[in-house]
């Protein structure tokens, strides 16, 4: 079962953008604050980590990020859409009706971290290795998931229309209540899961086999 973030009642405020560039003068982490109608963009640096921390309504642009980690954070509304995370971590994170379209994760480490209400179409996750990771109520249509390693993965009503799954075991995880219409997967993929019969036509159009009634 994942564990949520832990996250002091009493958080400071502070404008993001300033926190970050303090943050990177000081070599430090950003620990134990709140960002809230905030943008983050235009920064370019190797290595950014934010503990502790509330984000609510903030926009992430034209960022350029070597690594990056969130450990105990919150996202809120938060807007990640095109943005790229690079071999980082996201360690018992949260987000929350968030966006994230056409967001790339690269290389990240993902433990703990649950994405709920979420915007998720055009996500690519590549060469991730993911760990009590949730996904519940998200439209995923069009991900693509490319040479990940899974553990204790959870679906649940999630759209998966388009995706694409390359090179990725999903052994143990419950697509029942998810829409898997035009995914693109070998269905070696598929051994373990567990699906609906409504999923039939979808997982035999896989096997290049068309179901007729």
């Known amino acids: 079962m994942a564990i949520k973030p832990q996250i002091s009642d009493a958080l400071i405020q502070e404008d993001i953008a300033g926190a970050v560039k303090c943050a990177l003068n000081d070599g ?6 709140l960002f809230e109608d905030d943008p983050l963009a235009g920064l370019s640096f190797g290595q950014l980590e934010l503990s502790g921390c509330a984000l609510r309504n903030v926009r992430f642009e034209a960022c350029d990020i070597d690594r990056l980690y969130f450990t105990d954070c919150r996202f809120e509304r938060c807007d990640l859409s095109g943005f790229r995370f690079r071999d980082g971590m996201l360690r018992r994170v949260t987000f929350e009706n968030c966006r994230l379209t056409g967001t790339n994760l690269d290389g990240m480490i993902l433990r703990d971290t649950a994405f709920t209400g979420c915007m998720l179409n055009y996500l690519t996750l590549s060469n991730c290795r993911m760990q009590d990771v949730s996904f519940k109520e998200c439209d995923m249509a069009h991900i693509l998931m490319h040479t990940c390693r899974q553990k204790a993965l959870t679906l649940a009503d999630c759209d998966l229309t388009g995706a ?3 090179q990725t075991g999903l052994s143990g995880i419950d697509f029942t209540t998810c829409t898997l219409d035009g995914m693109r997967a070998s269905i070696e993929s598929f051994r373990g899961t567990i699906v ?3 999923h039939a036509p979808a997982l035999l159009n896989l096997c290049g086999i068309e179901l007729r009634f």
């Open 196 to 198: 609906a019969l409504t």
């Open 28 to 33: 430090e982490r950003v620990y134990g604050r």
């Open 164 to 166: 694409e799954i390359i």
